[in-house]
């Protein structure tokens, strides 16, 4: 009997996921334990894994798809089993569509699984080629001349409307002729490649200027295109919850500046004694150990908001653990975005291990996607854009979290320092900006300049992170 591989439940509240990309093909061998696909959750990009040996038939669910839970993805054949009659047979079997059907799925496709329930791996296989109901009947054709149905993924139909691609001139190349989204870029790509002829300069012509220059045609590329960008499961889930973070929570910002010129000193010694163990320290390493250390003296920064309940009055949840969340940007070829690594009881390990912590979670976080339990529990959290060149800005509170520090890049400045004969001298030093954003709810603005002020001690003196 063919295995069907449905799309599982990742996290506790996603109710579809989407099949970011297949890490294998129809025809390959599987074996329990292998990486068949990546799956976006609201929350995450997590690894799915075949629990079966097999061949796999039929990949149902083209990449991009979003699917619900239970529905049919993929087709293994087991041993012994034809892939080609496993694959057809999944393929035959779907009733062809009345009139009045044909007209509302003209207008609205959903495509593989997205029916109510759980369909039978025979229904969402046959949603793939869309067959007849006699099977002696060819494939219909993708070129709509004799007024066939063209068969195109939601994915690809939606591309192409956007881009003004015919599907009809399209030959698909998915299953059984079917058009995907590579299809239509293609298309699109080679409909772009030659630029359209332009007019001679009229007005240098009838001036009597002989061998006027054309004007360049732009290059391809550098015209903006109008359209819409679909969001991925994971971006949806994050532009809900920064609506319900902005809309339900009175943000209160405070800003400090912090001198880094001893942190510097000593982080560039500390390197060069580690590079034998392929340590390096960052200034978010520091900062990130800083900032938990500060929990100690200030504990309502280490603090969520807890809602009334029933005849009681709202409350403030203290939290006994300190763990800092560090926001890291996802490229645009996953979705692009930010994602939250937890770093756990950053106030119980060292500038070594929350460097090491950092580096793992958000290399991982770029190319693999994290975990939801990497992702949870964070208490704190530290959003860092001064690599990217940017002195200050403000940042939106991360739920359950009461605060979320907004860091600058260090810039050098103008200092008048005291010298060691008691004159003021003209110094030049590094200088770092603060800005914390703060559920006004738990920690006021004399709380947060006081936390602040007890991170940028710590800072300034960064021996004390040490111990």
């Known amino acids: 009997m063919p295995i069907e591989i449905t799309m599982p439940r990742l996290s506790d509240t996603m109710e579809q996921g ?9 025809g390959d061998s599987v074996s329990s334990g292998d990486v068949i696909a990546d799956i976006e959750t609201d929350k995450a990009t997590m690894e799915l894994e075949c629990f079966d040996d097999g061949t796999v038939a039929k990949l149902v669910a083209p990449e991009g ?7 049919v993805i993929a087709i ?19 009733k062809k569509p009345s009139a009045k059907n044909q007209s509302a799925d003209a207008e609205s496709e959903q495509g593989e699984g997205l029916g109510s329930g759980a369909p039978s791996a025979t229904a969402v296989a046959n949603a793939t080629t869309a067959g ?4 002696s009947a060819p494939a219909p054709s993708n070129n709509g001349a004799s007024g066939d149905r063209v068969f195109a993924s939601p994915l690809a139909r939606k591309l192409a409307d956007e881009r003004g691609v015919d599907l009809s001139t399209i030959n698909g190349s998915g299953p059984s002729g079917r058009i995907v989204k590579a299809d239509v870029e293609a298309a699109g790509a080679g409909s772009r490649t030659t630029a359209p002829s332009r007019p001679a300069d009229t007005t240098l012509v009838a001036a009597g200027v002989s ?16 359209k819409t960008v679909a969001l991925s499961n994971m971006r949806a889930t994050i532009a809900r919850r920064l609506v319900e973070s902005k809309s339900t929570i009175p943000h209160s910002q405070v800003t400090l500046s912090a001198r880094l010129d001893a942190l510097e000193s000593l982080r560039a010694q500390l390197n060069e004694q580690l590079i034998p163990q392929g340590v390096k320290l960052s200034v978010n390493d520091f900062l990130v150990r800083a900032c938990a250390t500060a929990m100690h003296e200030h ?5 969520s908001w807890m809602e009334a309940k029933q005849g009681q009055n709202p409350s403030i949840q203290l939290h006994a653990r300190v763990n ?10 996953r979705g692009g975005g930010l994602v939250v690594a937890t770093i756990r009881d950053a106030d119980r390990i060292g500038l070594r291990q929350i460097s090491t912590d950092t580096k793992r979670l958000a290399k991982k976080a770029r190319e693999k996607g994290l975990t939801v339990e990497e992702m949870s529990d964070s208490t704190f959290t530290i959003s860092n854009l001064g690599m990217f060149g940017v002195d200050h800005f403000t940042a939106i509170i991360n739920p359950p979290n009461a605060a979320i520090l907004a860091v600058g890049r260090a810039i050098e400045k103008p200092f008048i320092e005291t010298n060691e004969d008691g004159e003021p001298e003209l110094v030049v030093g590094l200088e770092m900006s603060m800005t914390m954003s703060s559920d006004h709810r738990i920690i006021d603005g ?19 992170l040490l111990v």
């Open 324 to 333: 800092v969340g560090v926001a890291v940007a996802l490229p645009e070829e």
């Open 211 to 226: 061998g006027a220059p054309e004007p360049a045609p732009l290059a391809v590329g550098a015209a903006l295109e109008d």
């Open 76 to 94: 293994i054949a087991e041993e012994g089993e034809s892939v080609e009659s496993v694959s057809g047979g999944a393929s035959m079997g779907e």
């Open 18 to 26: 989407t099949v970011v990309k297949w890490h294998v093909k129809e």
């Open 132 to 135: 007849s109901a006699s099977t």
């Open 299 to 303: 504990p309502f920064v280490n603090a």
């Open 65 to 71: 798809e979003n699917v619900p839970i239970g529905g």
């Open 446 to 464: 004399a709380m947060a300049a006081q936390y602040l002020g007890t991170v940028k001690q710590l800072l300034e003196n960064p021996a004390t």
